[in-house]
């Protein structure tokens, strides 16, 4: 059964830092491209970044970039965001999501929430 | 940057035919994916590729896509169908989500 579980989230004063985490099982991760998603309070989805399976192809949406940085450890079966600069409008839920480039989203994490707050 | 529009809410009498659009420009010829999320839970896939169902989707769930709109279908519309729904395509190695569209079945 394919699972991703999500971890690392909690409160963070604006301008600090949080490093997220996405465990898989259930499947090779090596084979497949990873997605960050995340969803503010009360709003839609937000593509995040995407890294492709052996970390050669990375993007990120404008609204993080420079200040995200995904990555992924195959070999612990482990996918990661790194956030710095941390706002206010940084707070949501973050899923993890499995998805090769141009494939849907086939499965996701049950989110780990991200608070940005003085 | 790509845009997807999509109505805010939807609503279908219990049993009727709900239709969710989602309109972009030239959307007929990207793929579009169509994700289910209920209160508290992780979205779920249930349209990919404009108009396949996964594994374990009911049958009264499919999607078309041309011209400028995709359409998410949902036949025989019951309570438990009561969700937000989002699609969603890649456009130049990025990722877009339309705004989301609440259904609410009456």
């Known amino acids: 059964e394919v699972q991703l579980v999500e971890s690392g989230g909690g409160l963070v004063k604006p301008g600090g830092s949080l490093r997220l985490s996405c465990a898989a099982s259930g499947f090779t991760l090596s084979s497949f491209a990873m997605n960050w998603v995340r969803q503010a309070p009360g709003k839609g989805l937000e593509w995040v970044s995407s890294i492709s399976s052996s970390s050669s192809y990375i993007y990120y949406a404008d609204s993080v970039k420079g200040r995200f940085t995904i990555s992924r450890d195959n070999a612990k079966n482990s996918l990661y965001l790194q956030m710095n600069s941390l706002r206010a409008e940084d707070t949501a839920v973050y899923y993890c999501?499995?998805?090769?480039?141009?494939?849907?989203?086939?499965?996701w994490g049950q989110g780990t929430l991200v608070t940005v707050s003085s | 940057s790509y845009e997807l529009t999509q109505p805010l809410s939807v609503s279908v009498a219990l049993g009727q035919t709900a239709r969710i659009t989602c309109g972009g420009n030239n959307i007929g010829s990207k793929n579009v994916h169509w994700y289910q999320q209920k209160p508290g839970q992780a979205p779920v896939l249930v349209i990919y590729s404009d108009s396949n169902r996964p594994s374990g989707i009911p049958e009264r769930f499919s999607g078309s896509n041309s011209g400028n709109t995709a359409t998410l279908t949902i036949s025989r519309a019951q309570a438990g169908d009561e969700a937000d729904y989002y699609c969603?395509?890649?456009?130049?190695?990025?990722?877009?989500f339309g705004g989301g569209t609440k259904l609410t079945v009456l």
């Open positions: 999501a499995r998805g090769n480039y141009y494939d849907p989203f086939d499965y």
């Open positions: 969603q395509v890649w456009d130049s190695s990025l990722v877009v």
